[in-house]
Structure formats: structure tokens, C-alpha cells
């Protein structure tokens, strides 16, 4: 092997000597977490009209849908003096299985009445299998429609708002005419939430929460760097 073969193996190392002297830019995980947006597939929660009464009718049609088998719902019929809904039926029960779950949405795109979404919340271990199993106690909204905190789960700021983004973002049959326009019925402790940012103009990313993360983590990285990005 020729000497100029030799100096080329040791050449390889150049930009890994370079990173030695340059500011560290990692993300001090789990002390520091990177935003996350809005549409992130999380964990789920049952939504509720703003009037309080319950979003799910139990049609069973988000189990149906479940390629993991992780969803079980049973229907009863309403109380008429005490409804718990506002159709003929309610979800009497309803659990989901995360230890099967593999968030795929496809629960959310099935249901009629928008009665399950996800929100951005995905961090969460368990110390039993029966606390993997959230039941409806769990996963219906409170009084002011925010998901309930489970003891094993790691919040952060703004992380159990904007629950429906997904749903909100998407347009009937794909037709892009349609594409922003309200749809869809309000929710307990938020009203009528505003359209997701789409190919439309009609956005406003402060109400929705939408972010770029690219645009963050540059400007994350230029702080560190010392106001300059490469």
C-alpha cells in the first residue's frame, strides 16, 4: 500500500477531530425536550360536546378499524332523563391497550361524531400491565376538556392542548375547496377550534400551535452557535 493510501485512511477522521472543538448542540433529553407538533399521533382522548354531554355514541367503528386489536367498545342505550350522549347510544366501555397500540390514527379518520382524537402526549411507561390498559375513566376529557394526568406520564407545558389537530387538518374526500372550512362541532373548554394550517391561506398558527420544527431547532442551534448557522 502506497504511503498517499495510508494518509487518505487517517484523512477519514478529519471531520470527527473538527466536531471536538464546536459547541454542543444536543438536546439534554429528558430535562430538555424539542417541541413537537401539533398533528404528533399521542396518546388518545375521548372528546365531549361543550354542552358536557360525551362525543362517543358506541358504534364500535374505531375497534373495527384497529389493525392491532387494541380498542374494545360496548354501546348501552341512553338514559332519556340523564342522557350521556346526545344520540340513542353511548360508550358504556371503552379501553385501549398501548401495549398494542401503534398509533396509526386510522381510529381517529373512522370515527363519525370526532369522539376520539390523539393528542401530542407519548411519554409514558408503566410498572403494570393493567396501567397500560386505559379505560374510559382515563380517557374522557374533565369539566374544562383537558385530558386527564396520569400519574406515569410526562408532561410538559401545552403538551394536552390541541387534541384534534389531526382531524382538523384534513379535507372531505380531499377536496382542496374545501380545505379550511369548519366542519366539525366544538369542544368543551375550547369551542369551535380553528383550522389546521394546510395548502390554504387559511391559517393562524398562534390558535392552532402550529410550528415548524425545523424552523426551531435552527434557531435553537444559532443560540448555541452563537448566532450563526452552517
Request: charged content about 30%; glycine content about 8%; overall charge negative.
Amino acid at each position: 500500500m502506497a504511503i498517499s493510501d495510508g494518509l487518505k485512511f487517517f484523512g477519514g477522521f478529519k471531520q470527527s477531530i473538527k466536531q471536538v472543538a464546536e459547541p454542543r448542540v444536543t438536546t439534554q433529553y429528558p430535562k430538555e425536550k424539542a417541541p413537537k407538533p401539533p398533528r404528533l399521533h399521542g396518546r388518545h382522548v375521548l372528546n365531549r360536546y361543550e354542552d358536557g354531554l360525551e362525543k362517543c355514541i358506541g358504534c364500535e367503528l374505531c375497534a373495527a378499524v384497529c389493525p392491532a386489536d387494541c380498542i374494545y367498545v360496548r354501546g348501552a342505550d341512553n338514559d332519556l332523563d340523564s342522557p350521556t350522549s346526545p344520540g340513542e347510544r353511548y360508550g358504556y366501555v371503552y379501553e385501549i391497550n398501548y401495549l398494542r397500540c401503534i398509533h396509526c390514527d386510522l381510529c381517529v379518520e373512522a370515527c363519525p361524531t370526532e369522539a376520539i382524537t390523539e393528542s401530542k402526549m407519548f411519554e409514558f411507561s408503566f410498572t403494570s400491565r393493567s396501567d397500560a390498559i386505559y379505560t374510559k375513566k382515563e380517557l374522557v376529557v374533565d369539566d374544562d376538556g383537558r385530558p386527564k394526568h396520569m400519574p406515569w406520564e410526562d408532561w410538559r407545558d401545552e403538551d394536552e392542548l390541541h387534541t384534534s389537530g389531526w382531524m382538523r387538518a384534513t379535507s372531505p374526500a380531499g377536496n382542496a375547496d374545501m380545505e379550511g372550512e369548519v366542519q366539525w362541532s366544538g369542544e368543551l373548554g375550547y369551542g369551535q377550534r380553528y383550522p389546521e394550517a394546510g395548502q390554504s391561506d387559511k391559517r393562524n398558527d398562534e390558535l392552532t400551535g402550529n410550528i415548524s420544527i425545523r424552523e426551531v431547532e435552527k434557531k435553537k442551534i444559532s443560540v448555541k452557535l452563537g448566532g450563526k448557522v452552517r
